[in-house]
């Protein structure tokens, strides 16, 4: 996934805002805004954080400059390098799709930062902090620590499959009041737009997003 | 067996809930996914784990466990210790794997079946 063919594919779909949230690092995003930039689609600089117990929770914030001081706290606690004939090539790309770099990291990996120190720092840095897929069995918030912790202060939950978050039901302990968004965790080109979320905004940024979730001012979440 | 004979049997480091010391052990499970530990411990068993968020207490109540053994050298949050104290429920350490440690567990018999 090159960031012209994930934008080029976005605009296709009629997607508007997309957030960029590669494992435990955020090299990527800036070309991707570059070209969002001439495709007009917004995108959001982001991480998708594996915490200390495992559970994926994304990290999106308003500029580059804020998702890359989450690098570097996620890069102090992220330990291991990566074998790439095992977990593939890790490109970092420019907005032309050409390769200018590989990050060595184990971007894999469990970073040893907990999950209620990434809710506080991404807060402390202007971020939303999103549980990832939660309807899904690995590496979820809810497959990890069972149920959510009501003092975590996680902005919104998200849902990769609507159906199987349909059959689960809203009876799972511990998740009661907290936002549900819907998209994609595209992982290939062909994943994006599989599923979506509809915003009511007056612009596509983070404040507006946070008060959509939280249905402030007329801003919402659609379904 | 009651926890306090196998902190003292295996030498356990006891980290927080010292009143629940007292509580009979009927067997054991091993897991660090809380929504699987929810779905099989059962009361009265010691579980060991590597998971040390504070939700482990939780479980432990809901499941009405009679301790918890954080393995592999792993210490509890704060926050984990704050309320494994307030529930009484033991969080016991051992440097040992839960292979290691769950094996010697079963040979001293608890949750012994017959093969």
Not at chain 2, 38 to 57: D, K, P
Not at chain 2, 75 to 102: N, Q, W
Request: hydrophobic share 40%.
């Amino acid at each position: 996934m090159s960031p012209k063919a994930v934008v080029e594919r976005s605009a296709g779909k009629g997607l508007d805002i997309i957030a960029i949230c590669d494992h435990n690092t955020a090299e990527n995003v800036e070309a991707c805004i570059r070209v969002g930039m001439q495709h007009g689609i917004r995108v959001l600089p982001g991480l998708e954080i594996n915490s200390r117990e495992e559970a994926h929770t994304l990290a999106i914030f308003e500029t580059p400059k804020q998702a890359l001081a989450m690098q570097d706290i996620v890069y102090q606690h992220l330990d291991g390098v990566n074998r790439p004939e095992l977990f593939g090539d890790q490109v970092i790309a420019n907005e032309f799709d050409e390769v200018e770099g590989f990050n060595d990291r184990l971007l894999i990996g469990a970073t040893g930062i907990g999950l209620q120190e990434i809710v506080g720092e991404v807060h402390r840095l202007g971020g939303l902090s999103i549980a990832s897929h939660v309807d899904r069995p690995s590496f979820s918030i809810l497959s990890q620590l069972g149920f959510i912790p009501p003092d975590l202060g996680l902005d919104a939950l998200e849902v990769s499959h609507p159906e199987t978050w349909e059959s689960m039901g809203n009876d799972t302990p511990g998740i009661g009041g907290l936002p549900i968004v819907t998209s994609s965790d595209a992982h290939f080109l062909t994943d994006i737009g599989r599923v979506y979320t509809l915003f009511v905004l007056y612009a596509p940024d983070i404040e507006e997003i946070r008060k959509a979730l939280h249905g402030e001012s007329g801003r919402k979440v659609g379904r | 067996m009651k926890v306090e004979e196998v902190q003292a049997l295996f030498h356990l480091d006891v980290s927080a809930g010292q009143k629940g010391l007292g509580r009979e052990i009927t067997g054991g499970y091993c897991g660090d996914l809380l929504s699987d530990v929810m779905a099989n411990a059962f009361q009265g068993g010691v579980w060991l784990t590597i998971q040390s968020h504070q939700n482990i207490v939780a479980v432990a109540v809901l499941k009405e466990l009679a301790c918890i053994i954080l393995v592999n050298g792993h210490i509890p949050d704060e926050e984990t210790k704050g309320k494994a104290e307030d529930e009484g429920i033991p969080i016991l350490l051992s440097p040992l794997s839960a292979y290691d440690l769950a094996g010697r567990l079963y040979e001293a018999g608890i949750g012994k079946t017959e093969a």
